[in-house]
């Protein structure tokens, strides 16, 4: 129970401008089958295998945990570890990377002293797609980290397996043959098209925006807001998603952004949707490590 003469007060949070069209977020775990309508994916899990808790909001550089599984209370193996499904937004990342591969190598470079590679960036195979695997551990916590990573609607989707059994780990992984995932999922495509709209990042600026309304704040805040729109073939904003935003803030760019045009994009000659990200306020600063620099070489 909270304490007397306390208000509570909702913050930044997720949302958007309809609950019909599916957003990253929502996930769900039904009869031991993750599934995600967004992304277009399902993993089926271990039957000793359980979610406890639902992830928190996403943060203001795009970054979901999108599920967190642990082994259930019927478990018997010898050792437990965790499975943590995470999804990263490439239209706001602060790190200096175009894809999941890109993601994955400035991870590699960024790591602590305390940590050694066991296995670098590698493209493999998993349910007939292309994923990055790379592998780490604590020498001192004698704890493994195996990533396993894709790329979808321009977001990397990250499988991160830890024990300190590497055969349990190796068990998980070989478990990933039975997910289903749409057919643009890899490291450097899933940039959207087909039954989901094309994935551009900057689609929002220069030429492409043909009218614009800029939206009216009845507070000044100082907090990112990043900006999810799926744009029609028309050019007209269709739906509006908040990775985080107050309430009054998400009213007022709604209304902003219903009233915007831009120029239909073209596809093979014909008109098809967009998705792209616009950031409202001040974006989450840069890294300045010589990570960032490793990348770019």
Not at 69 to 76: Q, V
Not at 127 to 152: G, N
Not at 256 to 275: H, I, M, N, S, T
Request: net charge neutral.
């Amino acid at each position: 129970m909270l304490p007397t003469e306390i208000i509570l007060a909702k913050g930044a949070w997720s949302s958007a401008s309809d609950s019909v069209t599916p957003l990253p977020e929502g996930t769900r775990v039904n009869k031991n089958i993750y599934s995600n309508a967004y992304f277009g994916f399902t993993y089926a899990l271990s039957p000793d295998w359980t979610q406890k808790y639902s992830g928190p909001p996403p943060s203001d550089s795009g970054y979901y945990v999108l599920a967190q599984l642990r082994p259930a209370d019927t478990f018997k193996g010898t050792s437990r570890g965790s499975i943590l499904i995470a999804a990263q937004d490439l239209f706001f990342t602060v790190a200096p990377a175009s894809n999941a591969m890109e993601l994955i190598t400035y991870n590699k470079e960024s790591l602590s002293a305390e940590y050694k590679v066991e296995q670098p960036p590698t493209v493999v195979r998993i349910a007939d797609h292309s994923f990055v695997r790379f592998e780490y551990v604590s020498p001192v916590a004698e704890l493994h980290w195996h990533l396993l990573a894709t790329q979808i609607r321009c977001h990397m989707i990250q499988f991160v397996f830890t024990s300190r059994d590497t055969k349990l780990l190796e068990s998980l992984i070989q478990e990933m043959n039975k997910m289903s995932l749409p057919e643009e999922a890899g490291p450097i495509s899933g940039r959207g098209g087909g039954d989901v709209p094309v994935c551009i990042k900057d689609y929002a600026s220069g030429e492409n925006i043909m009218e614009r309304v800029d939206p009216v704040f009845a507070e000044r805040r100082f907090n990112p807001v990043p900006v999810r729109i799926i744009i029609d073939k028309e050019g007209k904003v269709k739906h509006v998603h908040f990775l985080s935003a107050f309430p009054d803030q998400a009213k007022a760019i709604t209304d902003a952004l219903f009233q915007w045009r831009f120029r239909p994009y073209l596809r093979d000659g014909k008109p098809v949707e967009v998705e792209t990200g616009i950031m409202f306020g001040r974006a989450p600063r840069q890294p300045t490590s010589s990570a960032a620099a490793a990348v770019n070489e």
